[in-house]
C-alpha cells in the first residue's frame, strides 16, 4: 500500500532536519555514566513505562507514528492532538499535515494553518516555514477562519496551557520512580523519535539525566533538536527548498489558557520498546 499522501510533507518536517545535539564530551559522559545507578532493575518494562509515563509529550508521539505505520491514520490522528496537548511541536506539525490534506480526518485547510501556527509557536524555522505556505495557499476567506480556529487551538494546545502539563507528568514521575526501588537497567533501550528519520535511543545509563526530568532544561533540549531545521517540499522523490519568511509572528490573537481543558482521548496503551 502506498503511504498516505499527507506523509510526503510530514517526512519534510521530520527527516529533513540536521542531526540531533552535539554529542556530548568525554567529560560530560563519564560524568553521567558515574552519576547512573548501578543496580539493575528486575522489571524493565516497568522503568520503561514509568519514562515514558513521564513524558506523554513522546508516549503519545511514538504511538502516533505506530499507527501511521500500522496504515491506521484515523487513531495516528488521535495520538497525534494528544501529544500536542502536552506541548509537543512535532505532533502539533503532524496534526496540521493531516488536516490539510484530510488523512485520517476531515480535510479542514484553515484549521490545518491554525495547527501549523500552533506548531511554530517557539520560532522552529522548518514550522515557520511550512506555516508561511499554508497561509500563502489559503484564501481570504480560508485566512480569515484560519485566525478565527486558531484561537480556540491556542487556548487548548498552546505553551501557556500545554507546558504546565508536561511539567506536571515529569515531577510526578521523577518523584514516583525516585521513591521506589525499582533502580536502573542498562539494558533497556527507550527510543525517542527524532529527527533523520531515526529514533534517538535512550538506555539506562541516561535514565536520570537532568535534561529528560527537569522543565526548563527539557524545554532547552527540545529546542536544540527542533529550532534550525531545513524544510522541503517533497515532488515525486525530490526535494527543493521553499523560501519563507521566518521573522513573521503568529498571527493568532493572543488567548487566555484553557489550563483545565479536556483531553483528546484514545486507547490507553504504551509504544512498543526494544528490551534487547
Do not use: C
Not at 506555516?131 to 495557499?137: D, I, M, N, T
Not at 523560501?243 to 498571527?251: E, I, M
Amino acid at each position: 500500500m502506498n503511504a498516505p499522501r499527507y506523509l510526503g510533507a510530514a517526512l519534510a518536517v521530520v527527516l529533513l532536519l540536521p542531526g540531533m545535539a552535539q554529542a556530548a564530551s568525554p567529560a560530560t559522559k563519564a560524568k553521567a555514566a558515574a552519576a547512573a545507578p548501578s543496580d539493575p532493575t528486575d522489571d524493565p518494562v516497568m522503568i520503561t513505562a514509568g519514562f515514558l509515563n513521564g513524558h506523554p509529550d513522546l508516549r503519545f508521539r511514538m504511538l502516533g507514528m505506530e499507527k501511521l505505520r500500522g496504515n491506521d491514520p484515523a487513531a495516528a490522528f488521535g495520538f497525534f492532538q494528544r501529544a500536542g496537548f502536552y506541548s509537543d511541536k512535532v505532533s502539533q506539525a503532524m496534526v496540521a499535515e493531516m488536516l490539510w490534506n484530510g488523512t485520517g480526518t476531515a480535510a479542514n485547510k484553515p484549521l490545518a494553518y491554525a495547527w501549523m501556527d500552533l506548531a511554530a509557536e517557539r520560532g522552529y524555522k522548518g514550522f515557520i516555514e511550512l506555516r508561511e505556505r499554508y497561509w500563502a495557499a489559503l484564501d481570504a476567506a480560508g485566512q480569515t477562519q484560519a485566525i478565527a480556529e486558531g484561537e480556540a487551538v491556542y487556548a487548548r494546545f498552546g505553551d501557556d496551557a500545554a507546558m504546565p502539563r508536561l511539567n506536571q507528568a515529569m515531577r510526578r514521575e521523577r518523584r514516583r520512580m525516585t521513591g521506589s526501588r525499582t533502580g536502573f537497567a542498562s539494558n533497556v533501550k527507550i527510543f525517542v523519535p527524532g529527527p533523520n528519520g531515526v529514533d534517538e535511543q535512550i538506555d539506562g545509563s541516561k535514565f536520570y539525566d537532568e535534561r529528560y526530568w527537569d522543565p526548563d532544561k527539557y524545554r532547552q533540549y527540545q529546542d536544540s533538536i527542533w529550532m534550525t531545521p531545513r524544510v522541503g517540499r517533497v515532488d515525486v522523490g525530490t526535494v527543493s527548498t521553499v523560501p519563507a519568511d521566518p521573522g513573521r509572528s503568529s498571527r493568532i490573537p493572543d488567548v487566555a489558557p484553557q489550563a483545565d481543558a479536556l483531553e483528546p482521548q484514545t486507547e490507553d496503551i504504551q509504544p512498543k520498546v526494544d528490551h534487547k
